[in-house]
């Protein structure tokens, strides 16, 4: 029996933006024909297999709590050859959001606020590993 890939849809997802990084952020996802979805403040709690609308993930019923500063990228389905380029047009467009994701088997089951909390650790760690260097 032959195994299925399931394709997920490319996507990109955002938490903690403002306005004009939203908006930045529409114009490079439009440009590449990917979808952006700014996720509500109140969805911390949600699975990120739920945010990116996966089967099979069903919505939290209370409200999260709002991650006040916190703002993070997370990319989905999008074809590793492109992800690079992806990110280099983020970079380039003035937008500085030191968190980001890809969406993993491992982490589609994760909520919203323990991937953000990785992500902080990971990055802190990284930072302090090149100001040792």
Not at 24 to 53: E, M, V
Not at 75 to 104: C, F, W, Y
Not at 106 to 132: C, P
Request: with cysteine; proline share 2%.
């Amino acid at each position: 029996m032959k195994s299925h890939v399931i394709k997920a849809k490319e996507q990109i997802l955002s938490y903690g933006l403002d306005g004009s990084q939203i908006k930045l952020l529409d114009q490079i996802s439009q440009k590449n024909s990917i979808t952006h979805i700014n996720i509500n403040a109140t969805d911390s709690n949600q699975s990120i297999g739920y945010l990116c609308g996966f089967k099979g993930f069903l919505r939290a019923e209370k409200q999260g709590e709002i991650l006040v500063g916190k703002q993070c990228l997370i990319l989905s389905g999008i074809q590793r050859k492109n992800i690079q380029h992806i990110l280099d047009e983020i970079k380039s467009s003035g937008l500085n959001i030191p968190l980001k994701a890809m969406v993993t088997p491992t982490n589609q089951s994760w909520i919203l606020s323990d991937l953000i909390s990785e992500l902080e650790r990971e990055h802190e760690y990284m930072t302090n590993r090149k100001a040792q260097k």
